[in-house]
């Protein structure tokens, strides 16, 4: 039953995560939003969407180490795994902007986590906990990242073509948003909001049931199982634009949701209740900033901005490793 629970769960968050975005996506387009912002917030939303459910489902039933390992392990499994698959379909082009500045704001995301989840060694106190304080500073940084990404996305001007008309951008060209009236973009929103809701709690319960059931932590359920499961949309993403010689869309859509993931999703959680760090130690954390950095290292100084088939199954080793490495301490 436990494990009807979790995929029925995973499925519903999964089908929801998809109306959701659909349908708020067509409200966007009718009252004409860029392109281009309805990509960087909502389509972006909708790839964590399944992480998020998870996360406050768990924060609000109290199941601390589901909520964080989710985060954790989700971030680790896509800096690794995503782009370590990716690679291995096709070598990835990591643009100059993403090496500057995304990529190190994401590690930097990832070291405040481990600050704030070191209560323990920093302030001495009895356990680490993420506090509510911590949730709302994770919200502010989350407005500055938006306020970052809204600056980066305002079109520049463009020199005009040969017939004198002005060339389309190309994040306007790829970005395609179904049409549709507009009851049916609420019925969509609606529809997917529910079914985040509803599968989220699902998710958890069985998650929580195959824990007690196989004598598991939720810590390493979190971590595994549940990281894995919600990951699915960006493992998904990632692959088709692979398979479509698009794989430089891994690593902005890894980025974006690691970001996402830690500022906005750890954020809403924390602020619900406080989440106290039982099974996730400094090791998981130290893993998920060191991931983030062997990404930036990979592109940098080994294949000139190219993540390459050879660093992509390095990448997939080290999450094996890491994996194995929590089944043998069970």
Known sequence: MDILFLIGGLLLILLGANGLTDGASAVAKRFHIPNIV?????????????????????????????????????????????????????????????????????????????????????DKTSENVLSITDGLILLCFMAIF????????????????????????????????????????????????????????????????????????????GLTIVAGGTSLPELATSIVAALKKNPEIAIGNVVGSNLFNIFFVLGCSASITPLHLGGINNLDLLVMVGSSILLWLFGVFFGKRIITRVEGSILIACYVGYTAWLIYSL
């Open 146 to 221: 938006l306020s970052y990404t809204f600056a980066i996305a305002k079109p520049h001007p463009q020199p005009a073509t040969q017939d004198g008309e002005s060339p389309v951008p190309a994040a306007e060209e790829e970005t395609e948003i179904k049409d549709m009236p507009l009851w049916r973009s609420v019925l969509y929103i609606v529809g997917g909001l529910a079914g985040l809701i509803y599968g989220g709690q699902f998710f958890v319960d069985g998650a929580s049931g195959i824990a007690r059931t196989l004598g598991v932590s939720e810590s390493v359920i």
């Open 38 to 122: 309805i990509g960087l917030t909502i389509v972006a939303f909708g790839t964590s969407a399944p992480e998020l459910a998870v996360s406050v489902s768990s924060a609000i039933k109290g199941s601390a180490d589901i909520a964080i390992g989710n985060v954790v392990g989700s971030n680790i499994f896509n800096a690794l795994m995503i782009v370590g698959c990716t690679a291995m379909f096709a070598p990835i082009v990591v643009q100059r902007n993403t090496l500057v500045k995304e990529i190190p704001l994401c590690i930097l995301a990832s070291l405040a986590l481990l600050v704030m989840g070191n209560d323990i060694l920093l």
